[in-house]
């Protein structure tokens, strides 16, 4: 429980959603959200102690050379913005400990999951998953129906339903790296959001966009302090951004507003 919820946004090398994922971060009550560039923070002039949230957002982060994330996976664990101290990665998984929040959106749960922290979290971060290339070969920019588990302990889901946000990548098609994998993670409810047809979960194009493994869109840790999701929730936070708001009764505030809102209020000890 802290009194005031300061937001770090990652941004720089191709991140191209920092701008408005900040924005949903305020329009939800936090009391601080800073853009910070990669570089700031590799090089000591910025870090995770004055923060309680932690957002790796969307975009093509180095371009996505040598598949999406991969090259920033590779920065965090081998950069120390100090010699001899930790790694940004170690930074990353001491935060977690201490009770911060982390969201990556699309590109950002790409990275959360190249480096370990989804599904298992801070305390035994190692890479279970992946996130491969869409099973039809190709980018998509679509809008797709979730559904979230309230059997899962994501603090940023929690009072979720059935509801609308949009897509567009070209790597989000979940992968289990073998049974056990796959047991553990759906015996924990650690699949907080799926994609839905009628109501339930569904493998079937396009509603599943990317061919993800049991339908999953979204990974969180045991904690439920960790979200990683490809949907972009900053992308539907006014009935504005809604393509049929002009056509349907669309409510004045976006779903994805909801997301971030959880945190600021777990952050102050709501909840949610």
Known sequence: MAERCRVFVLAGNGTNCEVETAHAWRLAGADLVDVVPIWDWAAGRASLDAYEVLTFPGGFMDGDDLGSARACAHRLRHTAPRPGGPTLLEEVVAFVRRGGLVLGICNGFQLLVKVGLLPNGGDDPRPTTTLGPNARGRFEDRWVRLLADPASPC???????????????????????????RKTTLDRHLVPLRYALKGLPTDVYPFNPNGAEEAAAALTDPTGRILGLMPHPEAFVVRTQHPRWTRETVPEEGAGLRLFRNAVQAVRGGNG
């Open 155 to 181: 603090l940023f889901t929690r009072g979720l339903g059935e509801f609308e946000l949009p897509v567009r990548h070209g790597e989000g098609r979940l992968l289990f790296a073998d049974d056990a994998a």
